[in-house]
């Protein structure tokens, strides 16, 4: 006979939830979260092709940059709107806002125009990830978290496998515009299914208070750091006004926002959570799987259409092989966790396996075979499985619950973070090594900007083999600093504490306690 469980004032312990009412709720939550990994799924093939209608190979970068980066900052906001308003209400308009990116994406006339949309998508898109996380965190204990994080982690097929199939089935046959309006269908269903299922959650506090000039300040400073990495050394020189400018507009944002943070009631993002050292390094984990995740499946594409001749629906086929090892992965990880209550050993091989993987992307070249690289994506994939709900399963159990929708929040925002200077930084790092690889070659430079893989095979074969090496360079360069910043991840894991997972709270503990 199982004992009814019930919550103990102060003790941290989540509000109690019938198993049936967690599988209801959660039905809802898998839609949402279905929907945005279907986007960046779905959008990633259809890239090269994108960039080539729209003339702005420079500018590549900042179509998932824009949308990550928005996401980034909007994260921590999310999070603090969920504890005043509730998560229901708070999850609901986040998805109406990414609807409204997507259909304003579709649209775009320009790259600028296109860029600005995925913004607002990310915006919506922070809110629906620090939303998942914070409601899951909410009903659930650690100890059973695993198990129900398991679950949800199902979709991941659907839309891991089944996102780069339609993205490259939409692009090689109707338009690309149409990897964006995809969204609406489902988003509205989406909200259909969360407005009945989310209604059982408890409303906020109506106490909490919006940090908005926190919420600016770090907009700024993390907006001027992405812009450092995306512009040094390629559009402008690191010692120019401008590189200076942006350095010096980062740090004196990121001390006063840190000031802000230590003196307000209320934080965006409550700077008494890093003082938990496995918070922290979770963090720094998320930060350095964001970044390699958000490389490979932005710029693996390129190298897949350009150089090994794939489709774009062969090329999100050939993308496979990552999601699923990265979802049997997760699945078996959150299994072993939810029976052992043990986490630790997950970080440490999840990080060396995705240095690896890197390492040896950093390794291809022309003649590499599809086989070949098939095999690192499975080793990359098996890594960020390993990480993937585990590093937020320890920040998670690192904090008070009273924090748990701003530190759900703090954490997915260093994710995001990392994503965000990963796929600038490495953007830049393509872009730059690109274009010298072409400027000395019969190729011209600029027709790069508008190259796209049916462009490229009408080439001469001398041209196309010029284009092809270029491509190249530029992915291994940006895999070489991707695998050293991942070989990072490795030693940060080897110092995260086993810590016991927090449980139930069972009746006869109350009456103990009130004894």
């Known amino acids: ?98 609807l409204a990116g997507s259909a304003l994406a579709g649209m775009s ?21 620090v939303g998942v996380l914070s409601i899951v965190g909410e009903m659930i204990p650690p100890r059973e978290r695993s198990k129900y994080m398991g679950l949800m982690m199902a979709v991941m097929p659907v839309a891991m496998i089944g996102g780069p199939l339609a993205g490259g089935f939409i692009t090689d046959n109707f338009s690309w515009r ?35 000039l926190g919420a600016g300040l770090l907009t700024v400073w993390i907006t001027s750091l992405v812009l450092i990495t995306s512009w040094g050394g390629t559009e402008y020189e690191w010692s120019s006004p401008t590189i200076l400018g942006l350095i010096a507009l980062t740090l004196v944002t990121f001390v006063a926002f840190v000031v802000v943070q230590r ?45 090994q001749g794939s489709s774009a629906t062969n090329s999100g086929l050939l993308l496979m092989p990552m999601m699923i090892a990265a979802m049997a992965v997760s699945l078996a990880s959150g299994t072993i966790i ?19 993987s890197l390492g040896l992307f950093a390794t291809i070249d022309l003649d590499t075979t599809k086989t070949t690289t098939a095999f690192y994506m499975v080793l990359l994939g098996a890594g960020m499985g390993c990480l993937m709900q585990t590093s937020t399963l320890i920040a998670q159990n690192s904090i008070e619950l009273r924090d748990i929708g701003a530190g759900t929040g703090a954490s997915t925002f260093l994710r995001n973070m990392g994503s965000s200077i990963g796929v600038s930084l490495l953007g830049a790092l393509y872009t730059s090594s690109l ?27 001398e041209a196309q083999r010029i284009f092809q090496t270029a491509v190249t360079d530029g992915v291994t360069t940006l895999f070489t600093v991707a695998a050293c910043v991942a070989a990072v991840g490795v030693v940060v894991a080897l110092f995260i504490k086993q810590v016991p997972l927090r449980g139930r709270v069972k009746a006869e503990d109350v009456v103990a306690a009130e004894v």
């Open 1 to 98: 006979m199982t004992t009814e469980a019930t919550p103990v004032a102060g003790a941290g312990a989540p509000a109690q939830f019938t198993h049936r009412q967690i599988m209801v709720t959660m039905s809802g939550l898998v839609i949402a979260m279905l929907l945005a990994m279907l986007d960046n799924m779905i959008v990633a093939p259809a890239l090269p092709t994108i960039v080539g209608d729209l003339g702005g190979l420079s500018h590549l970068a900042w179509v998932t940059t824009g949308y990550v980066l928005a996401s980034t900052a909007s994260t921590p906001i999310w999070g603090k709107l969920g504890d005043l308003f509730g998560r229901r209400i708070t999850f609901i308009s986040s998805v109406v806002v990414f």
């Open 109 to 129: 006339q320009n790259m600028g125009e296109l860029i600005a949309f995925r913004a607002v998508q990310g915006l919506g898109a922070g809110g629906l990830m």
């Open 435 to 461: 274009t010298d690889s072409l400027s000395g070659g019969a190729a011209l430079p600029g027709a790069a900007n508008q190259m796209t893989p049916a462009v490229l095979k009408s080439l001469p074969v």
């Open 338 to 356: 939810g029976r052992t209550g043990h986490y630790k050993v997950f970080p440490i091989v999840g990080s060396a396996l995705i240095a690896l």
């Open 178 to 212: 149409w990897a964006f309006y995809v969204n609406l269908p489902l988003g509205v269903i989406a909200l259909f299914v969360c407005w009945f299922t989310l209604a059982k959650l408890p409303r906020g506090t109506g106490k909490a208070k919006i940090d908005w």
């Open 263 to 307: 003196r307000v009631a209320e934080p965006i993002m409550p700077l008494r959570v890093f003082t938990n050292l496995n918070f922290t390094l979770s963090g720094g984990l998320a930060f350095i799987s964001g970044f390699a995740m958000f490389g490979a499946v932005t710029f693996l594409p390129q190298f897949q259409q350009f150089v």
